[in-house]
């Protein structure tokens, strides 16, 4: 098993729902959902080192996250779901 099979399987193990390596280039940051952060839709704002304020800018989460090639993306699960409604961003194209 190599070592991202391994880093998975512990992600698995440990209760996430899924978990894929992902390249970096591909995760996009919106505006949008920085927004409803701030808002504090989901009551985390200020509270969490993996919520704004604390993670930063947009620009300084890109500059973080261009310093690797791939990621690992999981989920995990909540007791509660929270339902967010996402307008599309202004460059979004069909």
Partial sequence: MN???KVKDAAMQSGMG???F???KELVLYPEIRKICEENTCRNY???W???PAVGT???CRERLNRYDTMLL???FQRQAIRLTVPPSPD???
């Fill in 3 to 5: 070592t991202r099979e």
């Fill in 18 to 20: 899924q978990a894929e």
């Fill in 22 to 24: 992902i390249s970096v």
């Fill in 46 to 48: 200020g509270t969490t």
């Fill in 50 to 52: 993996a919520c704004p």
């Fill in 58 to 60: 947009l620009e300084e």
């Fill in 74 to 76: 999981f989920t995990s």
């Fill in 92 to 94: 979004y194209r069909v």
